[in-house]
């Protein structure tokens, strides 16, 4: 049974292409979140949801578009992918401030052609 | 802006030596400092800090908290080529729903 789950795992795709990864968590979490880990290892927080609504949006692209259509579900869809979008997307979740249950999905390596 | 400074960025030891990996922080109302580990996919969580002074311990692991001095510290002792990983510090603010991460420090343990 896993936690947190990401598809797909792996993802090539040209650029100028639009792509989308899912994420379903079964924690019964309220809180979702996308993390970009670039090259360098570097996890940093692009969005997160609580309760389905956004309350985190840090600067990313507008090409980037989140969508939680319920709480057990945080999907990121992606227009117009750019080489620099290559990189491990990674999404968790946790029970709202307890951010001791912060559990990741196993993450989704993205490679733009 | 929350920052998480992680230093060695990378370590390489011999199976049995002990190491300690450092990360300081600077953070708005600070609530908490976790410590993860990386190996090929997700980080999995080792250990939450919120309290100074108190140790967290696991099997080899051991982690502490300075909130005078804004700094953990994780040990690992007797280290194993299993322990090679990439070790991430993170930390939250009071009302914060995110964590904000150290770039990790990437161990090597050599038979």
């Known amino acids: 049974d896993t936690a947190v789950s990401q598809t797909p795992k792996y993802l090539v795709t040209q650029m100028g292409n639009d792509k989308s990864i899912k994420c379903e968590q079964n924690l019964g979490h309220d809180t979702m979140y996308w993390y970009k880990q670039d090259s360098k290892k570097f996890l940093k927080i692009m969005f997160s949801y609580n309760n389905k609504e956004l309350i985190i949006n840090e600067t990313v692209p507008n090409r980037f578009s989140p969508k939680s259509p319920d709480k057990a579900h945080l999907n990121l869809h992606i227009n117009s992918l750019e080489l620099g979008d290559s990189a491990v997307y990674f999404c968790a979740s946790s029970q709202g401030l307890y951010l001791s249950g912060y559990t990741f999905g196993s993450g989704t390596r993205l490679t733009v052609v | 802006e929350d920052k998480v400074v992680q230093s060695p960025l990378s370590l390489v030891v011999h199976e049995g030596d002990t190491v300690t990996l450092n990360c300081s922080y600077e953070?708005?109302?600070?609530?908490?400092l976790l410590w993860y580990k990386q190996e090929k996919k997700a980080p999995t969580f080792l250990f939450m800090l919120t309290s100074s002074g108190i140790e967290k311990k696991s099997g080899r692991l051991s982690s502490i908290l300075d909130k005078k001095e804004l700094f953990s510290i994780l040990n690992i002792t007797a280290t194993q080529t299993g322990d090679s990983a990439v070790y991430l510090c993170a930390n939250s603010g009071a009302g914060s729903y995110q964590l904000t991460f150290g770039k990790g420090t990437k161990l090597s343990v050599i038979p």
């Open positions: 953070v708005t109302n600070f609530r908490s």
